[in-house]
């Protein structure tokens, strides 16, 4: 399984931006796909995650209102709209598949994959 991450960049405080994550190399019906996020100094942390078959969606509380996650099944993708985006949110991001639903979809450790990370940076 390969996930290539994209979309991040700079923005100022307030913008907008959408992280995809492209999947391949199975067949995601069973999956669950995370992203979680690093910044400097500071350990990974969960951001959203998605079921693949039935897309429910979690959210960690620091993006719950500003962050929404989709997926597209024929593209094999999920997207991270981020919106109102503050400084704090800066990290790089990685997206991560799970080969089953997690009940723990907050730990990074659950996660049987990972794509290189992008750089979000929200300047003030």
């Known amino acids: 399984v390969q996930l290539q991450a994209s979309g991040g960049g700079l923005v100022q405080t307030g913008g907008s931006l959408r992280l995809s994550c492209a999947a391949s190399g199975d067949t995601f019906s069973n999956y669950m796909m995370g992203w979680f996020r690093q910044a400097p100094g500071k350990e990974r942390e969960f951001v959203a995650a998605i079921t693949w078959s039935g897309g429910s969606t979690y959210y960690s509380g620091s993006v719950k209102g500003r962050f929404t996650l989709s997926r597209d099944k024929v593209k094999n993708t999920v997207y991270l709209q981020m919106n109102s985006l503050k400084p704090e949110d800066t990290a790089v991001y990685y997206c991560?598949?799970?080969?089953?639903?997690?009940?723990?979809?907050?730990?990074?450790?659950?996660?049987?994959?990972w794509g290189r990370g992008t750089q979000v940076t929200v300047s003030s």
């Open positions: 991560a598949a799970a080969r089953v639903t997690l009940s723990l979809y907050d730990r990074s450790d659950e996660y049987d994959y």
